[in-house]
């Protein structure tokens, strides 16, 4: 490079030999090359040291991760308890962990009311609420609103129960004292009104009287026991007129539309005056030869045997009882006759079965026979296998050996 004079700024003042016309050229020192691959790679020229502090602070000591700044944080807490007394307290969880949904309440509900204080605060340090903007008191009509949708969580008893986990052991605990104060206060009413009664006679007064009430309540079972009573009732008046008709019990066996079309005929007959004429001149005779028989039962009485009388007396009850079972034969009958085709499809349904049975064991047979046949058909195939795979085994052998045999010969193989 050339040698140039020192540089001066322009504007300067009126130096000699100074070409103002040309650019202004300023010159630097050269800058020794520094190998940072060395050692001495932290090492700095000491041209370069004018502008560069040197001042060295340890890890160690520039991290607080372990420093105690407790000293100043009590002071503030103790403040803050201090100004904050006469308060509720609520638990609010930090803000890294999950909060309970009870916390999450708590701290909305805390948030919300130190909010209300601050703006109340602020309303009264600008001069209350007769300067307050329409800002302001829109604001305060939605914090009112979030004050009232917490407060209906906790009227929901879904949400109540949500929010507060153990509301439902709380509110049985209360409704069980509530139910046992009750009831101590019932049994001492009770205590001082036999006191009273006991000491002095019972007034009538014009008002109303106090004293123990009675409630009376109507059980079904009552009215069921009434009803009961009204059917047996309706029974035997029926069995009066039944006796009175000639009727018998048996006959209730009989479906009860024929039963009431049978005591409809006889009332029918009974009540018309041609019948009842023609039941008398068809009973006069009967009664005549029932006289006559009693005549002839009185002069035989003494020749014929008690046993005989006991057999005639035994004819006449199976005649008796015949007369009942009479009446129910017809119904019995064509119950059988409604029933034939369905025995005789159980018949032949029998006789399928049996059939179907025989050929179950047929077949039984046919495949325990199949089974046998198919493990000798493969104990066979084995063997046949294993004697194959020997024959083949002997067949590579002596074409080996005869391949050896030519080779040593010198010919060539196949």
Same mark, same amino acid.
């Given at each position: ?108 509900q805390y948030e919300i009311t130190s909010f209300v204080e601050e703006i109340n605060n602020r309303k009264a340090k600008e001069g209350g609420e007769e300067k307050a903007s329409k800002g302001s008191s829109a604001l305060s009509t ?81 009215n069921k026991a009434k009803e009961i009573s009204k059917v047996a009732d309706l029974e035997k008046r029926i069995s009066d007129l039944e006796k009175l008709l000639g009727a018998r019990s048996s006959a209730m066996n009989q479906p ?19 019948? +009842?004429?023609? &039941? $008398? @001149? ?5 009664? =005549?030869?029932?006289? !006559? /028989?009693?005549?002839?039962?009185? %002069? ?14 035994? +004819?006449?009850? &199976? $005649? @008796? ?5 009479? =009446?129910?034969?017809? !119904? /019995?009958?064509?119950?059988?006759? %409604? ?5 005789e499809q159980s018949v032949s349904f029998v006789g399928s079965v049996s059939q179907i049975e025989a050929q179950q064991e047929e077949i039984k047979n046919l495949v325990k026979y199949n089974n046998e046949l198919s493990n000798k ?38």
């Amino acid at each position: 490079m050339e040698d140039a004079p020192p540089p001066t700024p322009r504007g300067g003042g009126r130096l000699l030999n100074i070409d103002r016309s040309g650019p202004d050229v300023f010159e630097t020192p050269d800058v020794p090359d520094i190998n940072y691959s060395n050692d001495q790679s932290n090492q700095v020229p000491e041209h370069l040291k004018e502008n560069i502090d040197g001042d060295r602070v340890a890890l160690s000591e520039a991290a607080a991760f372990e420093t105690d700044y407790s000293e100043s944080l009590v002071t503030v807490r103790r403040n803050r308890q201090r100004e904050e007394k006469g308060r509720d307290e609520y638990e609010v969880g930090s803000i890294e962990r999950n909060e309970t949904p009870l916390q999450k309440f708590n701290r909305l509900q805390y948030e919300i009311t130190s909010f209300v204080e601050e703006i109340n605060n602020r309303k009264a340090k600008e001069g209350g609420e007769e300067k307050a903007s329409k800002g302001s008191s829109a604001l305060s009509t939605e914090i009112k609103l979030l004050q009232q949708q917490l407060a209906g969580l906790l009227k929901d008893d879904q949400a109540a129960r949500i929010i507060d986990a153990k509301n439902d052991a709380r509110q049985s605990e209360t409704l069980q004292n509530a139910m046992s104060e009750k009831l101590i206060q019932q049994l001492s009413s009770v205590v001082t009104n036999i006191n009273t009664s006991d000491a002095k006679p019972v007034q009538e007064q014009s008002g109303q009287a106090s004293g123990l009430t009675y409630e009376l309540y109507c059980t079904p079972q009552h009215n069921k026991a009434k009803e009961i009573s009204k059917v047996a009732d309706l029974e035997k008046r029926i069995s009066d007129l039944e006796k009175l008709l000639g009727a018998r019990s048996s006959a209730m066996n009989q479906p009860i539309l024929d039963v009431v079309q049978q005591m409809k005929e006889r009332l029918t007959v009974l009540s018309t005056p041609e019948s +009842l004429e023609n &039941l $008398t @001149k068809s009973l006069k005779p009967v009664t =005549q030869e029932m006289e !006559s /028989i009693l005549d002839k039962r009185k %002069s035989y009485s003494n020749v014929a045997p008690a046993i005989h009388e006991q057999k005639i007396n035994e +004819l006449f009850d &199976l $005649t @008796k009882k015949w007369d009942t079972f009479s =009446q129910q034969l017809p !119904s /019995i009958v064509q119950r059988l006759q %409604s029933l034939k085709a369905l025995h005789e499809q159980s018949v032949s349904f029998v006789g399928s079965v049996s059939q179907i049975e025989a050929q179950q064991e047929e077949i039984k047979n046919l495949v325990k026979y199949n089974n046998e046949l198919s493990n000798k058909l493969d104990e066979n195939f084995r063997g046949n296998m294993e004697t194959i795979q020997k024959n083949v085994a002997s067949l590579e052998k002596r074409y080996e050996d005869m391949r050896k045999k030519l080779e040593a010969v010198g010919m060539e193989t196949f």
